[in-house]
């Protein structure tokens, strides 16, 4: 029983001094949040045809 014990706080040992080592570069340069700020990029100006598209209208059947 006295070496289970032993074996268990040497692990935990280990584990504490591994999320120690891994937590220090967090601490030194911690992430920085980013901002809600738009993008701002250029985009294409619009094109626009300058003819119009010929429209025909369909005559829609009467029932009667």
Do not use: A, Q
């Not at 006295?2 to 891994?22: A, F, G």
């Amino acid at each position: 029983m006295k070496s289970l014990i032993i074996n268990l706080t040497n692990t935990i040992r280990i584990l504490y001094v591994l999320v120690i080592y891994l937590l220090i570069p967090y601490f030194k340069n911690p992430i920085k949040p980013r901002t809600n700020k738009p993008i701002s990029k250029p985009y294409r100006k619009i094109e626009v045809d300058t003819e119009l598209p010929i429209i025909e209208t369909i005559e829609v059947p009467n029932y009667k």
